[in-house]
């Protein structure tokens, strides 16, 4: 693998989102905290129902809100603007 591929492998899907390496990871790994919690909010709520009853469709809505619906997304191929990806 040249290094121009090399760079390519981890620089192409951020770019496409309009964020450099760095901010997607940061951004990337946040989710990732959130998504556990939300999975073991998900499986306390199955075991005692009465506890966590909104926390995982709350946080669904907050991820879905934060990743589609706010962020304005670049094409990485024609610099188009785009609302989702």
Known sequence: MSMKSFHRAFSAHP??????????????????????YGGLACLIHAIF??????TGSRL??????????????????GGVLD???
């Open 15 to 36: 770019a496409s989102v309009n964020e450099t390496y760095t901010e997607h990871m940061a951004v990337a790994a946040s989710f990732s905290w959130r998504l556990m």
């Open 83 to 85: 609302g989702a990806d």
């Open 60 to 77: 669904v809505t907050e991820l879905h809100d934060e990743m589609v619906t706010n962020r304005v997304r670049r094409e990485a191929r």
């Open 49 to 54: 129902p009465f506890l966590f009853v909104t």
